[in-house]
């Protein structure tokens, strides 16, 4: 038994539960001294300790054992400290040890198809990098990203999709010697779908415009390079001959239904549509405040009018659902695994995140239409 890893998975997975040490040792029924001993690997605790702790944490018990993998080259930003961050960080490793396992095991590695334009992404001409990664991936200057995840995953991008309670983070990404590339985005219910289409976008305008800046240490934000990642996501999902195309066609319109006729189109918030009309000049910053007032007349009630992407916008009027920012790769990897008894059915549960009912159920919906 190695105490250090078991040491550290407790402290972790009770710190993710926000419990202290006192509130985990009166759930499990156990004495103040004896979790202070073991999350400081003084001495090797009874099964019974541990079946107890495992229970008051709700995980398995063999968790506490599984050494975590560091990652390296990350990219883990975030305007404020977070407690949890360790807890992340181990989650994100042993899913993309799971992704990078099922992709070997099925023989469907992916390789990253950006790689080769990356040299040419440069900060300072950011509309023209989110140009060439467009263009690399095969849409046209006019053409919406219908599928974000999908088009990130043909590139060679695994996506990972995070619920986190947090107003401060978005999204992560990890650099191709940990695994990647990849990016993990947050999709907790208080944050907009758009805004999780954003996040993905961004996270991969860190990974082009960035390389240098993944270093798992550096906790503090580049207020800079976020600008500029902020710059690359909106010009990577919603182009400039695209948008003054659909602009134009719109004029027609009322102001705000032409707005929201545009965000529709290319999946972002009503906020970038509108910072997109400040930074082509069309307008100055007064049109927030004008929007909102427009928007209230109509409505009759109030928008936040902040710039993207500040803050969470829980109340993205006529937003997206939760199916139109959907990873599916990973799951389909693992389906194809366990049916072809690459993996059983309780390791597909672990590496889904599900408990074994939910996998009975799953396998079911599988069978239902091939």
């Known amino acids: 038994m190695d105490l250090q890893i078991l040491a550290q998975n407790v402290r972790r997975l009770r710190t993710a539960k926000r419990l202290s040490q006192r509130a985990l040792a009166d759930v499990a029924g156990l004495s103040l001294p004896a979790v202070k001993n073991l999350e400081l690997a003084k001495s090797e605790p009874r099964m019974r ?207 705000v239904d032409r707005v929201f006729k545009i965000k529709r189109i290319f999946r972002v918030s009503f906020k970038t549509v509108l910072s997109r009309l400040v930074e082509d000049g069309a307008v100055d910053k007064s049109i927030w405040m004008k929007f909102n007032m427009s928007y209230q007349q109509r409505f009759n009630r109030k928008l936040s009018f902040k710039e993207e992407p500040m803050g969470i916008d829980s109340a993205e009027p006529f937003g997206m659902q939760r199916f139109d920012f959907y990873e599916d790769r990973f799951s389909r990897l693992a389906r194809e695994a366990v049916e072809k008894d690459m993996i059983s059915v309780s390791r597909g549960a672990e590496m889904l995140r599900i408990g074994i009912e939910e996998m009975q159920d799953l396998l079911q919906n599988w069978g239902v239409i091939l």
């Open 49 to 255: 300790t541990m079946q107890a702790i495992a229970r008051a944490l709700d995980v398995k018990i063999q968790v506490f054992f599984q050494p975590v993998r560091e990652l390296h080259t990350v990219r883990f930003r975030s305007a404020k400290r977070m407690q949890n961050r360790e807890n992340v960080l181990a989650e994100v490793a042993r899913w993309l040890d799971d992704f990078n396992f099922l992709e070997k095991c099925m023989n469907k590695q992916m390789p990253f198809s950006l790689k080769g334009v990356r040299p040419q992404c440069a900060p300072d001409l950011l509309i023209e990098a989110a140009g060439l990664c467009r263009k690399k991936l095969g849409l046209k200057p006019t053409e919406p990203i219908h599928d974000i995840c999908g088009l990130l995953e043909q590139a060679g991008v695994k996506v990972f999709p995070i619920p986190m309670a947090s107003d401060s983070f978005f999204g992560l990404s990890v650099g191709e010697e940990d695994g990647g590339p990849a990016v993990v985005v947050n999709i907790w219910e208080r944050i907009s779908v758009e805004r999780r289409i954003f996040s993905a976008a961004h996270e991969l305008g860190h990974l082009m415009l960035h390389p240098e800046a993944y270093d798992v240490a550096k906790v503090e934000e580049s207020k800079e390079e976020e600008h500029e990642a902020d710059r690359f996501a909106g010009h990577f999902l919603m182009p400039n001959e695209g948008f003054r195309k659909e602009w134009n066609e719109a004029s027609g319109l009322h102001f």
